[in-house]
């Protein structure tokens, strides 16, 4: 058993999200990012064992030890191995999938320590391995090996400058294509070590983290396509909330973030007219409650616990009503 696999777990911001969601005895919660277990386990506990969750992870080495770690409230857990975005047919396997079937549901959109921990998975440029960064990959997406190898420059550019947050976004895509002329970037090391000479002396002096940290990151969203599954979930899982019901999302990246607050808002306003439409004409009313105006940090004391949780913000809607008109449905 590795290093990753014997260390605690740590779940960002619980607290919160326990207190939100509100977990009760026979309700029934999705938690669409198992990693391994925390805030599945924190639910549980807090409803005293007896909510029933539905549990979803991309990652197959994440789900079984969650698994082991669940065994604590046997029959309350149903775990798939899935991508949060196919929730749907999780709920469906289990008859939860009419609509207004979940009493909560909670997302965290951070990359689990199992994942970063673990060299041969690819995720981090602290120690050397495959450049692969798929958080399934028995799931037919490429590794991160073929993106860095094979995408054209503007394409680079744009992930590692829109979806990593990289300023120097272009000058670190072409250290990219000159150095992959030469011969394959196939390892973590090698890369991080192009995307640091790339950095001009001064940034590289200046700058509080690795200079390949927001390189990184931009990669391993396009790699796992995180913003569309995003996007995917977003769009859906308003149908399956009970009136009362709060959707709470942790997130990592400013991307992510403006993701969740632009749904909430859609969703809160009610309108499904076109944006520059002035007027609205669709006659719809508001789905959401917005909990949050700002999204939530972790409080100083778990930031000193647990350093990784310092980007964490966290947002949270509750389910409103749905009128006649709406049919039961948004």
């Given at each position: 058993m590795s290093a990753a696999e014997n260390a605690p777990h740590v779940p960002v911001m619980l607290e919160e999200v326990v207190d939100f969601l509100r977990p009760k005895a026979g309700g029934r919660y999705l938690d669409g990012t198992l990693?391994?277990?925390?805030?599945?386990?924190?639910?549980?506990?807090a409803s005293g064992g007896g909510a029933e969750l539905v549990c979803l992870d991309r990652d197959a080495e994440?789900?079984?030890?969650?698994?082991?770690?669940?065994?604590e409230f046997p029959g309350r857990a149903h775990t798939f191995h899935l991508a949060f975005s196919a929730f749907e047919a999780a709920l469906e396997e289990l008859g939860w999938d009419g609509p207004?079937?979940?009493?909560?549901?909670?997302?965290?959109?951070?990359v689990s320590s199992l994942q970063l921990d673990e060299a041969r998975r690819g995720f981090s440029f602290?120690?050397?391995?495959?450049?692969?960064?798929?958080?399934?990959?028995s799931g037919g997406l490429p590794p991160a090996r073929v993106l860095v190898n094979r995408e054209h420059f503007e394409e680079l550019k744009r992930i590692i400058r829109d979806l990593g947050g990289e300023p120097?976004?272009?000058?670190?895509?072409?250290?990219?294509?000159?150095?992959?002329?030469?011969?394959?970037?196939?390892?973590?090391?090698?890369l991080a070590e192009i995307v640091a000479r790339a950095y001009p002396p001064d940034r590289r002096r200046e700058a509080r983290n690795h200079p390949a940290t927001?390189?990184?990151?931009?990669?391993?969203?396009?790699?796992?396509?995180?913003?569309?599954?995003?996007?995917?979930?977003?769009?859906?899982?308003?149908?399956?909330?009970?009136?009362?019901?709060r959707l709470a999302v942790i997130s990592f990246h400013s991307a992510e973030?403006?993701?969740?607050?632009?749904?909430?808002?859609?969703?809160?306003?009610?309108?499904?007219?076109?944006?520059?439409?002035?007027?609205?004409?669709?006659?719809?009313?508001?789905?959401?409650?917005?909990?949050?105006?700002?999204?939530?940090?972790?409080?100083?004391?778990?930031?000193?616990?647990?350093?990784?949780?310092?980007?964490?913000?966290?947002?949270?809607?509750?389910?409103?009503?749905?009128?006649?008109?709406?049919?039961?449905?948004?």
């Open positions: 990693g391994l277990a925390g805030h599945s386990l924190g639910l549980l506990r994440a789900l079984s030890l969650a698994r082991q770690r669940l065994q207004g079937g979940l009493d909560g549901a909670v997302l965290d959109l951070g602290m120690a050397d391995g495959p450049l692969d960064m798929r958080m399934d990959p120097l976004g272009g000058k670190i895509a072409r250290a990219i294509v000159r150095a992959r002329e030469q011969e394959e970037i196939a390892t973590t090391s090698r927001r390189t990184f990151m931009g990669l391993r969203m396009a790699v796992n396509q995180e913003i569309e599954e995003l996007q995917m979930f977003l769009s859906r899982i308003v149908q399956h909330l009970k009136p009362g019901a973030d403006r993701e969740v607050k632009e749904s909430f808002k859609h969703f809160a306003r009610g309108c499904r007219c076109p944006m520059t439409q002035q007027i609205c004409t669709c006659d719809r009313t508001p789905l959401y409650r917005v909990l949050t105006k700002k999204p939530l940090p972790p409080s100083e004391a778990e930031v000193a616990r647990n350093p990784r949780s310092r980007s964490a913000k966290l947002r949270v809607a509750e389910r409103l009503a749905p009128t006649p008109a709406e049919g039961g449905r948004p």
